[in-house]
């Protein structure tokens, strides 16, 4: 693991930053796809992990969250209106818009369901993060702000590599992963109103540059 800020780190992966994993505090953040579970548990050893926690459950965030879970015995804490596809995995396939690309992920990337424990909302509290809603590329997607030095976990509202040929660069999320994206940009215009000073994607590197991303959400079309 990689330590980005205190108490943030980012593991390693393969190929490096494609599909993003993070450890806030006690608190590891997403859980790559269900191929990832070895990567992970390899990664964290040593380090009090005491809760799970998802930006949103898509196949390839959602991954290994069963058997993370199962191995430590700690509780999965997900975005209110996604955790019913958290337990359920079959409603992601559902949800996603109806193209060969995200039906092929849904078919390679999703992991077992698995009981969430805490139903995140706005306002709640995690590791020291408050808990944003920005709903658009899930329903309950949710991000990770802490104000005191500017760090930002927004999964997929925003991607900094195109997903599909791993090119370093922002983006917004592929249309046909995205069942609402005009409430996802909606949603990325209120994150860059934030003004991050480390903002941390589920695909592509940390980005240190705040006015490269306020000025990419100001030319989003509404
Ligand atoms: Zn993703």
């Known amino acids: ?44 050893k040593g380090h009090t992990i005491n809760a799970h926690a998802l930006t949103h459950a898509h196949p ?63 306002g709640d509290e995690v590791a020291g993060f408050k808990v944003l809603d920005v709903p658009g590329h899930s329903a309950g997607h949710v991000a990770y702000w802490r104000e005191s030095d500017g760090v930002l976990i927004l999964g997929d509202v ?11 660069g922002l983006h917004d999320p592929k249309p046909y992963l995205t069942p609402d994206p005009v409430t996802n940009r909606q949603s990325a215009r209120k994150l860059a109103a934030l003004e991050p000073r480390l903002t941390l994607f589920g695909h592509g590197a940390p980005l240190r540059d705040t006015k490269k991303l306020v000025d990419f959400v100001d030319k989003l079309p509404d």
């Open 158 to 168: 925003l991607n900094n590599m195109d997903v599909l040929t791993g090119i370093p």
């Open 1 to 44: 693991m990689k330590q980005l800020a205190p108490d943030v780190w980012m593991l390693s992966g393969f190929p490096p930053n494609g599909i993003n994993v993070y450890v806030i505090g006690d608190v590891l953040i997403d859980a790559a796809s269900r191929h990832a579970t070895r990567r992970i548990m390899r990664q964290i």
């Open 60 to 122: 390839d965030h959602q991954g290994a969250s069963h058997e993370v879970c199962e191995r430590l015995g700690i509780p999965y804490w997900v975005g209110a209106n996604d955790a019913d596809a958290a337990e359920n995995p079959e409603l992601i396939g559902e949800r996603q818009p109806d193209h060969p690309i995200s039906q092929f992920f849904v078919k390679v990337f999703t992991g077992p369901g698995h009981p969430v424990d805490r139903k995140l909302v706005e």
